[in-house]
């Protein structure tokens, strides 16, 4: 914003200014002495004096130039600027103890490295949310057996078709709704993603309520196991 009046600097900027000023006489002063001290003779000092001031009266016209066309910038030319790029802040999904946020992305690759062994298949934060939240609005009221089975599933699908948790959520019509995660369903997301403990050994892919729902398509496909409420099926 571009602002008329004239605005006086404040004190602490005049004196520093002005303690500036008596810095520059110090130096120039001691440039000097050094001079006189290694050029002995008399002539020679006064021909290198005449020389700093000749160089200095030279600074001082290019610098009152410079000014000068400063000041003869055309009206509603902006000046030019360097933009200087601000990090995104980084965004965390999970917390610890009273708010502490972690990244449970690099927590779990830790505890993997440390263990000794491969995480079965890596997952963003954001990933482990979303597919915490799926598994909490498809088997919220299912035992752990139940939520690690409706993990399994995605990961089936995750690692036949190649693609990302996000992908195998909306190609086989997983709830739409995301609600906050159970610790139960972090748990399960955990032990198929990150440990490949499974539900069953069987490739399930499928499943379904059929106290909620009747679906001859899943009946159509291989029956594996039931748990509680869910039944589920890998490809015939």
């Known amino acids: 914003m571009n602002n008329s009046k004239k605005r006086t600097a404040p004190a602490a900027n005049r004196h520093r200014s002005t303690s500036s000023r008596r810095s520059i006489k110090r130096a ?140 195998a959520l909306r190609k086989y019509n997983y709830s739409k709704r995301r609600p906050d995660p159970s610790w139960e369903s972090m748990e399960a997301v955990a032990a198929v993603f990150d440990f490949g403990r499974m539900a069953t050994s069987e490739p399930i892919k499928y499943f379904y309520a059929p106290s909620v729902v009747k679906s001859d398509w899943h009946e159509s496909q291989e029956h594996v196991l039931t748990i509680n409420n869910l039944k589920f099926f890998k490809e015939r």
């Open 28 to 167: 120039f002063k001691n440039i000097i002495a050094q001079i006189r001290a290694f050029v002995k003779d008399d002539e020679m000092f006064f021909v290198g004096i005449i020389a700093i001031i000749a160089i200095s009266v030279i600074a001082a016209v290019v610098a009152v130039v410079i000014a000068q066309d400063e000041g003869k910038r055309p009206e509603g030319l902006p000046e030019t600027l360097t933009a200087q790029a601000t990090p995104p802040p980084a965004v965390y999904y999970f917390e610890y103890g009273d708010g502490c946020p972690i990244n449970m992305a690099e927590l779990t690759s830790a505890w993997a490295s440390e263990a000794g062994f491969e995480q079965r298949y890596t997952l963003t934060d954001a990933e482990r949310w979303e597919l915490a939240s799926v598994v909490t609005a498809e088997a919220g009221d299912e035992p752990l057996a139940g939520k690690m089975a409706v993990a399994q599933c995605v990961l089936q699908a995750c690692e036949d078709d190649g693609t990302r948790p996000s992908d």
